[in-house]
């Protein structure tokens, strides 16, 4: 039976603990929810927003239910300050390794343990908590929504991406958004993310002619070729980044042949890649100096083809320091007495689909132990980040023109 969480009451809600252990007893590994995004939708109704439940995807080929939920939930009028998440989680992996059950939430030692605690249970529990303190101390003079998906952790191809054209078709617009990521490297306050790399998986395939290795003039071993232009693309200097961006690179994940015997000259070798790119690169240009360096080693090579497969996860972005990006920062200054650094680095999240509707920052927790064993935050931390998030709410009233 699914776990369907405690009903509390509605002065429970400012508790980010208490909602943060609720989160992580459901064992929504990406990207089944469980059930968790039904829980929040009741929390969130009796905090008065009106919910919109956003399914997306298809019944897979034997016939169960492939379908990922998503949530948006908006309350207020005016101008639209949304907080995005995602209550999917990576798998728990050996649970042996845990110290306690990955979906049993433990507190011990001051700290909050549990698959999610950190990535990113803890900071929906704390934007939920402080928006329950601010709606029952202030008078909300803007708009304020959740943008939650339960597809961030695997594909994506079905959460926020998949989310944002119905927020067109309700006529929904959003203004400024913080997606809750733990962004922080070592202690609450320390960093804004307000911009991302772009990322470009690729791989290349080289086919030469199979044969057995005893009589190599009768084929052709395309992976000495391979090896010069991993090589040479290993070696590159892509640029030396930019006032915002740290230099982009390309890294090799993969060289296979399939080769299962010692004694034949594989036909086709492919070699897999990944390239974080900052604002100096774009997709063409990358491919452009991909094939430059492909064909420089294989134009001069009848007995061998090659073929070059792309695929981009998301191109680089940069919110610009602003109003919104002074809100978030003095709000964490006021709580921490930290003036957070503001960054663009790490991997890639679903801000890179938001950042094409609206200015979007990133700001959580502390991701040091996030997709590890024994992931955990501070319970010290969750109320801090709690703190912030309602100054966050105080301050961004204060910026909305009257």
Known sequence: MKNLGMILKKDDFEDSLLLAKELIKFPSVSPKDEGALLYLEKVLKKLGFHCYRMPSGSKNKKGKDALVNNLYAKIGEGKNLCFAGHIDVVPAGNISNWSFSPFIPQVKNGFLFGRGASD??????????????YLKKEELGFGLSLLITGDEEGVAEHGTKAMLPRLKDLEETIDHCIVGEPTNPNKIGEMIKIGRRGSLHGIIILKGKQGHVAYPHKAFNSLPIMSKIVYELSNIILDKGNKHFQPSNLEFLSID?????????????????????NTLQTEKKLKNLIVKIIEKYTSNEPNISWDLNLRLSGDPFLTKPDNFVDVVSNSITKVTGIRPELSTSGGTSDARFIKDLCPVIEFG???????????????KDLESLTNIYFQILKNYNKMIPK
């Open 120 to 133: 990113m249970k803890g900071a929906i529990a704390a934007f939920i908590a402080a928006t329950a303190r």
């Open 365 to 379: 927790s502390v991701g040091k132990t996030m997709h590890q064993v024994d992931e955990k935050i501070s319970v």
């Open 257 to 277: 042949t399939d080769n299962k015997v010692e004694n034949i000259i594989p036909s086709t070798i492919t070699s897999n890649f990944n390239i974080r790119f």
